[in-house]
């Protein structure tokens, strides 16, 4: 059981590029999350989507969209890269309903420098 | 404002020398607290959820707590392997599950 999966690992962008951070989950959640996490900093709740087809601005949402069309995928997309979007980012995952608070589990995180 | 705040940032102990970590919040309706482990380039794993005050829960050196307005992780003789940054989160009553982090305590154990 491979849980959250997160591609790529590392990755260095240019001012101005663009791409897709991957996340996927083999569990079936419903409940999918993006937070970045800078250093000596919690993590910060950047998109989330409650079911396919369905997604919210979390805290920190300018400059990233997100989308979701499967119940597994939920890639987050940056447009054009700027300084302040160097971080770590975690994708997220659960089950969670009404009556069960289920924790979220973590994918490993994808390292993002933009230069 | 929904808020965490986790005292002390960073924590050295040596080895066997048992310690407490704190996590104060400020939120509206309070559903959930939970402590993750987060060990260097890695993502948080999941220790804990407490729900109400007076809750406990043990998993082996380590200890959770929780009052109406913090959570206390206590960690009894701790051994080197236990260092990690401890992150704690809250989430309230709206349904839509989203967490509140704190910034973690960092713990080093030395040996």
């Known amino acids: 059981n491979a849980g959250v999966t997160q591609t790529p690992k590392f990755r260095i962008l240019k001012i101005g590029q663009s791409m897709t951070l991957q996340c996927a989950q083999d569990?079936?959640?419903?409940?999918m999350y993006w937070y970045r996490q800078d250093p000596g900093m919690g993590l910060k709740l950047i998109y989330y989507s409650v079911g396919a087809g369905i997604t919210d601005k979390g805290e920190v949402p300018n400059g990233y969209n997100v989308s979701r069309s499967t119940t597994e995928d939920f890639p987050l997309r940056l447009e054009l890269a700027a300084p302040s979007q160097t971080s770590v980012y975690f994708c997220?995952?659960?089950?969670?309903?009404?009556?069960?608070?289920?924790?979220?589990?973590f994918g490993d995180g994808t390292r993002l420098s933009i230069l | 404002e929904d808020q965490v705040t986790q005292s002390p940032e960073a924590l050295r102990l040596q080895e066997g020398e048992s310690s407490s970590l704190n996590c104060s919040y400020t939120?509206?309706?309070?559903?959930?607290l939970f402590w993750y482990r987060q060990d260097p380039g890695k993502g948080p794993e999941f220790l804990f959820t407490?729900?109400?005050a007076g809750e406990e829960k043990e998993k082996e050196r380590l200890k959770a707590t929780l009052t109406k307005k913090e959570s206390f992780l206590h960690i009894t003789a701790p051994k080197p392997e236990d260092s990690a940054t401890y992150l704690c989160a809250v989430f309230n009553m709206d349904s839509s599950y989203k967490l509140i982090f704190g910034s973690g305590t960092r713990l080093l154990v030395r040996p």
């Open positions: 569990m079936n959640h419903n409940y």
């Open positions: 407490l729900y109400s």
């Open positions: 939120v509206s309706g309070l559903r959930g």
């Open positions: 997220a995952s659960t089950d969670w309903t009404e009556n069960s608070n289920q924790p979220q589990h």
